[in-house]
C-alpha cells in the first residue's frame, strides 16, 4: 500500500464491491515509510487492509516463505470465493496459496510487469517463467489496456486470448477535474516565481522510473534556456543517487526534490509540464491525473502510456540528445498544448472513473462464476 495507482486501484475496488453484493478482506505488504502509505485513504473508504507480516518488494527467500504462510494463515480465515491478486510478488505468493487451499476462482491483475527494467536478466527470466506456469492455474488474467494485453499474450505464451481481459484503471479524478490551471499556490511555496517554466516528474524513486536519465536531459534544457526548472516529487530508494547526479551536474539551483506531495492536484495545477521518462510501465495514474489537471504530459511510449496519451499527449523517445530537442519544442508551443488538454479533462475524468473499475470486475466475477470456464 506504498503512495501509487496500484493502492488507489485495489482500495476502490475493495470499497465499492461491496455494492455488489461481495464481502472483501484486502491483505497487503506493510508499506516502505520512503514509499509513503496508503493505509489511510483505504481507511477513509471503509476498508482496514489486513497486515500481511514479511510481505516486501525485496527477493527474500526466508522473508518470502513467512509471508507466503502468513496469506495461508489469512485464507484459511476467510475462506474465499475468489482470491484476486496485486502486483508481483502478492501475485505469486497468493495465487500459489489460492490454489494449495482449493480456491474456487483465482483472478490477477497486472498493472505492469516486471519482466523488463526491474532486475537482472536472469531473475526476470525465472519471474518469468512461474508467470507462464501461474497463467494456467488462473481463471482470469486482467490488465489495464489493449497494449499490455496484446504484450503479455506473447510473454505468456497464452493460446487462448479471452483468458485475459482489459478492465481500464479507475480513479476518483473529480478534484483534478476541477481544480484551476495556474493556481500559483504550490509554486509560491517552493520559491519559484511565476516566470519560470516548472517541469516535473512525479514517480517512485527507483530505476525504472529513470530519474537519472531525465538529470542528463535537464542539464541540456537548462543550460540553453535559465526559465527552466525541475521538480522530482515522490520518494524511494534512489533519493541518495539522485542527489549525487544534481550535484554532479551543478543543478542543485535549478532542480527541487520536494518528497510525497499529498495534496497533488496543486502540483499539477501548478506545473507547465509533466515528464516521464520511464522504462515500463503499467497505466501511470500521474499521467491520468494531470491531464485531468489540464496539465500538459510528455512521456516515453511504454506499456500502456501510449493508449492514455493517444489525444492529449506527446511522447518521448530516442536518446538523451532527441528527447531534450522535443522538450524543447513542446515548451515553444505549450499554450498551444494546454488548450488541447483543457478540452479533454472530462473526457479523462469519465473514461476512467471507479464506478466503471468496480461494475466491469464485478461484471467479469459473475461471468466466471456463472460456470463460464476457459481452459
Not at 199 to 217: C, E, F, M, Q
Not at 265 to 283: A, I, M
Request: proline content about 3%; hydrophobic content about 45%.
Amino acid at each position: 500500500m506504498n503512495v501509487g495507482g496500484p493502492s488507489l486501484h485495489v482500495a476502490y475496488l475493495s470499497a465499492g464491491l461491496k455494492d455488489f453484493g461481495f464481502e472483501t478482506l484486502l491483505a497487503v505488504g506493510n508499506p516502505s515509510k520512503i514509499e509513503g502509505s496508503m493505509i489511510e485513504k483505504a481507511t477513509e473508504l471503509g476498508i482496514n487492509p489486513v497486515i500481511v507480516p514479511y510481505l516486501d518488494r525485496r527477493i527474500n527467500l526466508k522473508m518470502d516463505l513467512r509471508a507466503f504462510f502468513n496469506i495461508l494463515s489469512i485464507m484459511r480465515k476467510f475462506r474465499p470465493h475468489i482470491v484476486h491478486t496485486h502486483t508481483a510478488k502478492a501475485g505469486i505468493l497468493g495465487r500459489i496459496a489460492a490454489v494449495i487451499l482449493g480456491v474456487p476462482l483465482v483472478f490477477h491483475t497486472f498493472h505492469g510487469h516486471v519482466f523488463e527494467g526491474y532486475f537482472s536478466k536472469s531473475v526476470s527470466m525465472f519471474v518469468l517463467g512461474i508467470e507462464r506456469i501461474l497463467a494456467r492455474l488462473t481463471n482470469r488474467l486482467i490488465t489495464l489496456s489493449e497494449g499490455l494485453k496484446k504484450d503479455l499474450v506473447s510473454r505468456l505464451r497464452l493460446k487462448n486470448k479471452e483468458k485475459i481481459r482489459v478492465v481500464k484503471l479507475g480513479l476518483d479524478l473529480k478534484r483534478f477535474a476541477e481544480i484551476p490551471r495556474g493556481q500559483g499556490e504550490w509554486r509560491s511555496t517552493l520559491g519559484f516565481s511565476p516566470d519560470c517554466i516548472l517541469l516535473g516528474i512525479v514517480a517512485r524513486l527507483v530505476p525504472v522510473k529513470n530519474h537519472l536519465l531525465l538529470l542528463d536531459v535537464f542539464k541540456i534544457l537548462s543550460d540553453k534556456d535559465e526559465r527552466l526548472r525541475l521538480v522530482i516529487i515522490g520518494g524511494g530508494p534512489q533519493e541518495v543517487l539522485i542527489r549525487r547526479k544534481m550535484s554532479q551536474l551543478g543543478l542543485e539551483n535549478k532542480v527541487l526534490m520536494t518528497g510525497i506531495e499529498l495534496g497533488i492536484e496543486k502540483v499539477y495545477s501548478d506545473l507547465d509540464l509533466l515528464l516521464l521518462v520511464s522504462r515500463n510501465e503499467g497505466t501511470p495514474v500521474v499521467i491520468l491525473e494531470a491531464l485531468a489537471a489540464g496539465c500538459p504530459v510528455a512521456s516515453t511510449k511504454v506499456g500502456g502510456v501510449g493508449e492514455i496519451m493517444k489525444d492529449t499527449g506527446i511522447f518521448l523517445n530516442g536518446n538523451i540528445e532527441e528527447m531534450a530537442c522535443k522538450i524543447t519544442e513542446i515548451i515553444e508551443k505549450l499554450p498551444e498544448i494546454e488548450k488541447k488538454v483543457a478540452s479533454k479533462r472530462l473526457e479523462v475524468e469519465s473514461n476512467f472513473s471507479v464506478k466503471k473499475l468496480v461494475k466491469n470486475t464485478a461484471d467479469l466475477y459473475f461471468e466466471v462464476l456463472s460456470g463460464k470456464k476457459i481452459v
